[in-house]
């Protein structure tokens, strides 16, 4: 994504960000794994890594971080992401819900679906619940289209969902209170 | 009962893992290729099969590796597309996730073909668990020694890496997805030059989808010429299809390319028929082929029955036809609403647009705006060719098919749908509730004529 315009922000997260000890070994091993002079390859992977690392969305400090590891000006990390809608610019809850909104799970109610999250967790699509719990976002096509509607929740998909199962679904996240991430295993 | 090349042992137990697929004749092809044929005789079989890439553009394979340069001392690439992003496309996660090593097994003896060392598995990022799978699959391969150095004692080398996106439609066009590859924004390049001659690091490049590459194994262990008795015309071999939408049986069927519309809509093998009401509408090959009316998608215009092959999908062209795209296939019931479905579409490409090219960038927001309007009650008679209008000054116009693949979904629900815009300004009231046709479909005939 990027015709719309997801500016970098600098007022918010000033916290320091440094890669953990195994996190830079993982950037150091991306980088590695392409033919020399092309370890830019790994930007987006490493991108992964420290969203991950902080608390779910790159601040202009772990960015930062991100061109110092690679050797890239500040300017070529910003540019690669905002463009990629996986990353968040902004903080986020706990848990980021992506709802597929898309055309085929709008067929299956992923309408429905999204006004009841919303209703639920008193945000409107794209914000996050004040006690920081959740981040509901509506989101383009997750290959999901025969059991939607449907959302990921980090490296989890939950599929043909309906309003029971969201529910449950929501509790379930609350009661067990630890953030989920795209990378987790 | 169709045959199944790539299905054909995905429900054996064990099968996601190495020993459960070598078990059931799984790196076959590896073997036979590398100790049997030279890589030209692998293309040569792979012409013969006649296998059309299955990303959507439907170009053929072995045409498509037949103009890969081979400058001395340049090294070349197999990129694999695992990108995955047109609505109503799942076949390759599907097929990743269950049986990950026919696409490992495709790689290697492509890549043989190709005289690529290296090749790289480019999966959206919202597929990371699949990433994951596939890793392992990779992981137990080279453990195995079907990648590394010196792969049955052939000489071959090769290793396959496995990167992710992080979500970007784009980074699925082929030049996107090398920009992307490289660690830039998915900014698709002018062409030419062509990744055949200038691709991955500049160097000699070919990029398959994953369905294509998986359809490698069965061509080399059977032959060209057998893959090639499947189906019809230039339309060779079996097809993954995605099916969701209003269906009574959503999943993924791989078909033989030939058999009818009707047989794959209605029959208990494949969608099982309409959920519910009544087919209205049917997007067969992902959200950028035209959309149809129900009838128009079982019948060309001569009345025949239609097929689904890449010619009888697009038979009676845009007027009357559609296409086989990607294979992300979509059916609507008449609680549908065509210009609600038709706003959703163009809101997801105004969202992936890269924004380089301004009748992309601006004209897809354009309509976004124009087609929210509309269904919302406030929209003007004027809309529908403003419409018409924007779309048709955006195809052909940009860089990369991202602008048509807009354009044409909008195209075609105003040729065959056109009344029913025109209800949404002579029933504004109505309109407003956002399920208005659900309560009471819209009942007039589809008009067929161009506005």
């Not at chain 1, 930062?64 to 463009?83: C, K, P, Q, T």
């Not at chain 2, 996601?16 to 590896?30: M, Q």
Request: aromatic residues 8%.
């Amino acid at each position: 994504m990027s015709a719309r315009t997801r500016p970098i922000t600098t007022t918010e997260g000033t916290k320091p960000f440094s890669f953990s000890e195994a996190g830079l070994a993982e950037c150091k091993a991306l980088m590695a794994r392409y033919p020399e002079g092309r370890s830019k390859s790994a930007l987006i992977p490493i991108l992964h890594v420290a969203q991950a690392e902080n608390d779910g969305w790159l601040s202009v400090n772990a960015m930062d971080a991100v061109a110092h590891v690679m050797g890239l000006r500040h300017i070529e990390v910003y540019e690669v992401a905002s463009f990629y809608s996986m990353f968040n610019l902004h903080p986020v809850g706990t848990y980021v819900l992506d709802v597929c909104r898309t055309t085929p799970c709008m067929l299956r109610g992923s309408d429905d679906l999204i006004h009841h999250l919303e209703k639920k967790l008193g945000v409107h699509a794209g914000e996050t619940t004040k006690d920081g719990m959740f981040t509901l976002k509506a989101v383009e096509c997750l290959g999901s289209c025969g059991s939607g509607p449907m959302l990921q929740c980090g490296a989890g998909y939950h599929e043909d969902l309906t309003i029971e199962k969201v529910d449950s679904l929501i509790e379930q996240l609350r009661a067990r209170n630890s953030r989920t991430n795209y990378t987790d295993r | 009962m169709g045959r199944k090349l790539l299905f054909q042992h995905i429900d054996k137990p064990g099968i996601r893992g190495l020993e459960g697929y070598r078990a059931n004749g799984g790196y076959r092809s590896v073997e036979k290729a590398l100790k049997t044929m030279s890589p030209e005789a692998v293309l040569e079989e792979v012409k013969k099969s006649g296998l059309r890439g299955r990303g959507g553009a439907g170009f053929p394979t072995g045409m498509k590796w037949s103009f890969l340069a081979k400058p001395e001392g340049v090294p070349r690439y197999l990129v694999v597309n695992a990108d995955e992003s047109e609505p109503g496309t799942f076949k390759d996660r599907y097929l990743m996730e269950r049986i990950p090593h026919i696409l490992v097994e495709g790689m290697i003896t492509s890549s043989f073909a190709l005289g690529a060392k290296v090749s790289y598995a480019y999966i959206r990022g919202e597929y990371f668990y699949v990433a994951r799978i596939m890793e392992q699959a990779i992981a137990e391969a080279r453990a195995a020694g079907w990648l590394g150095k010196n792969i049955l004692g052939s000489g071959f080398d090769h290793e396959i890496h496995v990167q992710v996106g992080a979500g970007a439609y784009i980074c699925g066009e082929e030049t996107a997805l090398l920009e992307s590859l490289e660690g830039k924004r998915g900014n698709p390049r002018i062409k030419p030059p062509f990744p055949a001659v200038k691709g991955l690091y500049d160097c000699p490049t070919v990029v398959n989808n994953v369905e294509t590459i998986a359809a490698v194994v069965p061509i080399v262990n059977d032959g060209g010429e057998e893959y090639a008795k499947i189906g019809i015309g230039k339309s060779t071999g079996t097809k993954l299809i995605s099916a969701g939408g209003n269906i009574k049986r959503p999943g993924v069927y791989e078909i033989d390319l030939g058999i009818t519309c009707d047989e794959f809509i209605n029959s208990d093998e494949y969608c099982g028929g309409v959920d519910g009401r009544a087919f209205k509408a049917v997007v067969p090959g992902g959200s950028s082929v035209p959309i149809v009316p129900y009838e128009m998608f079982l019948k060309t215009p001569t009345g025949e029955n239609r097929l689904m092959t890449y010619e009888s999908l697009s038979e009676g062209g845009f007027a009357q036809g559609t296409m086989m795209g990607s294979g992300g296939f979509y059916a609507y019931n008449d609680a549908q609403c065509i210009v609600r479905s038709t706003w959703n579409h163009t809101r997801f490409y105004h969202h992936e647009s890269c924004g380089q090219c301004s009748p992309c960038r601006e004209g897809t927001g354009w309509m976004e705006k124009v087609l929210e309007r509309l269904e919302h009650g406030e929209g003007r008679t004027e809309d529908i060719d403003l419409l018409w209008d924007i779309q048709r000054k955006i195809e052909g116009n940009t860089i990369c098919p991202l602008g048509d693949a807009a354009a044409w979904p909008v195209a075609s629900a105003i040729r065959h749908f056109r009344d029913e815009f025109e209800y949404h300004v002579t029933h504004r009231e109505k309109v407003k509730d956002p399920k208005h046709f659900a309560r009471e479909p819209f009942r007039k005939s589809a008009k067929f004529a161009t506005a």
